[in-house]
């Protein structure tokens, strides 16, 4: 199956500190989504983006398919933001998501 | 909308025991799928449908059996639970296979 690398696994930021977080994956995609997992384990949606640029409020992300690589931008970071950050996708070839291990983020006010 | 419905949120099964873990959705998405999460890790799929009355195993798919009779509902049956099958568990559904995915809120199961 496709391999999905995320960095870093772990980061502290203080409130209103900028982070950018990073996805790559072995092999062509045709779905890439970011979740966030919240203290309370739900999944939540931030973005569909198999390709291209979306932003929603204060957070963006682009991903680039001939380069196997995905990045999602917080900004200005709230302590609400604190969670796992999952990226998962879907190879070309395949019809499962393989999600990677996630990025711990901890927002300190 | 309701979306990703599971019910029971919360489970403690003896050793053997079988129970049932439900999932429904009213999107009318044709893809639905069950995943395991365990500490430290990210999710890994049991078993996926890509409509009514298909069904497939994905990575993890040992001692779970699954049925798609309706579009809605997916439900996840553990045979014979054992204690390696305490975990997070996760069903999720998208328009179609590539499509964007949606959760469910998660069933903690505890197998003691």
């Known amino acids: 199956g496709i391999q999905v690398e995320q960095s870093p696994p772990d980061l502290i930021l203080q409130e209103g500190a900028n982070s950018t977080l990073r996805c790559n994956f072995s092999?062509?995609?045709?779905?890439l989504q970011w979740f966030h997992q919240n203290p309370w384990g739900q999944l939540i949606n931030l973005f569909y983006?198999?390709?291209g640029t979306k932003q929603n409020g204060r957070l963006s992300a682009t991903t680039v398919a001939t380069e196997r690589y995905s990045l999602l931008y917080i900004s200005s970071s709230q302590t609400t933001d604190s969670g796992v950050y999952f990226c998962?996708?879907?190879?070309?070839?395949?019809?499962?998501?393989?999600f990677g291990t996630g990025t711990s983020l901890t927002v300190i006010p | 909308n309701a979306g990703v419905t599971q019910t029971p949120k919360f489970q403690v099964l003896k050793t053997g025991q079988s129970m049932t873990l439900q999932c429904a959705q009213d999107?009318?998405?044709?893809?639905m799928s069950w995943y395991r999460q365990d500490p430290g890790m990210g999710l890994r799929l049991i078993h996926y449908?890509?409509?009514?009355?298909?069904?497939d195993q994905g990575e993890v798919p040992n001692g779970y059996n699954v049925s798609r009779s309706t579009t809605e509902d997916f439900p996840l049956r553990l045979l014979s639970a054992a204690p390696s099958q305490t975990s997070v568990y996760f069903c999720?559904?998208?328009?179609?296979?590539?499509?964007?995915?949606?959760f469910g809120q998660g069933t903690r199961l505890t197998v003691v």
């Open positions: 092999d062509s995609v045709n779905n």
């Open positions: 983006i198999p390709s």
């Open positions: 999720a559904s998208a328009p179609r296979w590539a499509g964007e995915a949606f």
């Open positions: 999107m009318n998405h044709e893809y």
């Open positions: 449908s890509v409509g009514a009355g298909i069904t």
């Open positions: 998962a996708v879907v190879s070309n070839t395949g019809n499962q998501f393989y």
